[in-house]
């Protein structure tokens, strides 16, 4: 009899490992199998997968039962957060068995009243060295497991976090490529056609700009113009230049994503960096403000100073045409991950949730007359630097670059 019992949960691992396999290529896939194999290893009743999501937010992915959890939901203090975190950082499994009692589990009270909840175990889960989320599982109505279990368990945690970690991977390398892609077929023949433009939007601006200011001399000067004429010849005169800027600017950020060459990376301190670079910046009237991290002044790390500084007037540039009026930035030492983090929270219009998850990709814009290619070239240098950029948008919208602390 034991030794079938041990042959049948052998074979139970065995099935559980060719699933992971088998979902290799759909991420969320790979989430429902590790919950359903989760309560089918586990033998308990409840269990949840929860994730940090790009913003480090700890979200609902997968719960089963499923009408009984709220997947998509965020973990909050009042939900439990402080206790998760705490589980992810210590990097070992949580025990609860009299939940009824234990204040750590005080926020799940009226969950374990009403389905009877006997006991509980949080398992964190790790690939590669970092935290990537943790599974809860819940046993009902008295229900207990042994050591057999509780190994069972812990053998499931290491197969369940690789999985996650290769699937995490995988999409994220498929989201490179495909980035690559689309980078490598603009600058295919783009880069020449654009200085040809480039050649003769300089022309027609330069004779359209004159033509301007001599028909504003003339329409607000001491000489106006009465005549119907003169007024539409001044109007065309305006399309005329301002289309021909919009078109100039839609060139050179062309010229800019398809010449970007490897970061020339020199010793510079960040918070020094953004204090000069927002001297020299026009800000069109919107206010900026500072908000520096004191752990990192007098600390120097490598960065190419003209490309994030192509970065942070990109940045800047975007709140404006955003409709926003105020810009704060801030930066943030992560000495545990080894990274500095700077931000740039402004108050203009929120971004569309349909095409938050595409605003880095080459042309998406919501904007009429954007460009779409200032947030990808500013995803470039930062990729280029070993770095990455994520966005929320909400209230507020926020730019969050992460640069890893390679010192000179």
Known sequence: MEENKKLSEIKDFVETAELFLVSQGDYQETLNIVAESALKVSAADRVCLIMKNKKE??????????????ICKKITPETGETLLRQVMGGESIVLVTN????????????????YGISSILFLPLFFGGESTGILV??????????KEILEKIKLFGRLAS???????????????????????????HSSQVAHIIRNSLTIIGGFSGRLLNR??????????????????????AKIIDDESKKLERIVNDILTITSLKSPVLEPHNINEFLKEELLRIDSNGLKLRLKLSKQLNGVNMAFDRNMMSICIQDLIRNAGE???????????????????????????????????KDIFSPFVTTKTDGTGLGLAIIQSIVKKHGGNIYVSSGDKTEFTITLPLVKP
Not at 60 to 69: A, F, K, R, S
Not at 100 to 114: G, H, K, P, W
Request: charged residues 35%; positive net charge; proline residues 2%.
């Open 57 to 70: 937010e700890l979200m609902i992915e997968v719960g089963l039962p499923q009408y009984d959890h709220g």
């Open 162 to 188: 690789r999985a996650i970690g290769m699937e995490k991977k995988r999409k994220k390398d498929r989201k490179k490529i495909l980035q690559d892609e689309k980078l490598r077929s603009l600058g295919e």
């Open 99 to 114: 939940p009824c009692e234990d204040r750590r589990v005080a926020y799940m009270r009226e969950l374990i009243m009403t």
């Open 215 to 236: 028909l504003t001399e003339s329409k607000f000067g001491e000489s106006k113009i009465d005549s119907e004429l003169g007024e539409t010849l001044w109007g065309t």
């Open 137 to 146: 599982f819940d046993w009902v109505d008295g229900g207990k497991f042994s």
């Open 322 to 356: 955003a409709s926003a009026s105020r810009i704060l930035i801030k930066t943030k030492l992560k000495a545990k991950q080894r990274e500095v983090m700077i931000s740039a929270t402004n108050d203009g219009k929120k971004i569309n949730p349909y095409i938050l």
